[in-house]
T-cell receptor, first 115, second 115 residues
């Protein structure tokens, strides 16, 4: 079974600075997808960014980018120019490209933005 | 477009009572997922459906939990009888099952408190 590990329960960053959230995963599959979801206090789960394992290029979405290291099974999220609205729980998630469509989530990292 | 709609948003009940949580997925989506979120266990998949058919219910805690999807636009998660340890936020999510990232779209969750 696939597992996702986020080793940082909490992180904090000064507003306008850059922060990186870590995620590692374990799988025997070669074709899969990885996601970062954001959960603000409103508790709505919002997709931040996605990465297809077959793509070598790291995904970017405005101030959010990932560092995808397939061999190391690592998938970190970098937030540049942090804003107060970025404060939330961030979840890393894995989905197989074949068979089961379910998302397997990590434990989450609580990100605090200091003004 | 309307997102995933869950009801109720909050439910407080007493131990032993029946609880029914409801979900309306995004129109056109053919996969539906029920997740439970607690501080101790994080986000756990309870069950998911493809084309209204339950595919994997291995995450359903015990016989007190049941889920149905009578049609493509409606699903219920029922707990009978409820217990205090069932207190959690229950999320419904839907996706379009196809080749591609097939991201999950989440509802706002139903917060259940069992006294």
């Amino acid at each position: 079974a696939q597992t996702v590990t986020q080793s940082q329960p909490e992180m904090s960053v000064q507003e306008a600075e850059t922060v990186t959230l870590s995620c590692t995963y374990d799988t025997s599959e070669s074709d899969y997808y990885l996601f970062w979801y954001k959960q603000p206090p409103s508790r709505q789960m919002i997709l931040v960014i996605r990465q297809e394992a077959y793509k070598q290029q790291n995904a970017t979405e405005n101030r959010f980018s990932v560092n995808f290291q397939k061999a190391a099974k690592s998938f970190s999220l970098k937030i540049s120019d942090s804003q107060l609205g970025d404060a939330a729980m961030y979840f890393c998630a894995y989905r197989s490209a074949r068979g089961a469509q379910k998302l397997v989530f990590g434990q989450g990292t609580r990100l605090t933005i200091n003004p | 477009d309307a997102g995933v709609i869950q009801s109720p948003r909050h439910e407080v009940t007493e131990m032993g009572q029946e609880v029914t949580l409801r979900c309306k997925p995004i129109s056109g989506h053919n996969s539906l997922f029920w997740y439970r979120q607690t501080m101790m266990r994080g986000l756990e998949l309870l069950i998911y459906f493809n084309n209204n058919v339950p595919i994997d219910d291995s995450g359903m805690p015990e016989d007190r939990f049941s889920a149905k999807m009578p049609n493509a636009s409606f699903s219920t998660l029922k707990i009978q009888p409820s217990e205090p340890r069932d207190s959690a936020v229950y999320f419904c999510a839907s996706s379009l099952r196809r080749r591609g990232s097939g991201e999950l779209f989440f509802g706002e969750g139903s917060r259940l408190t069992v006294l």
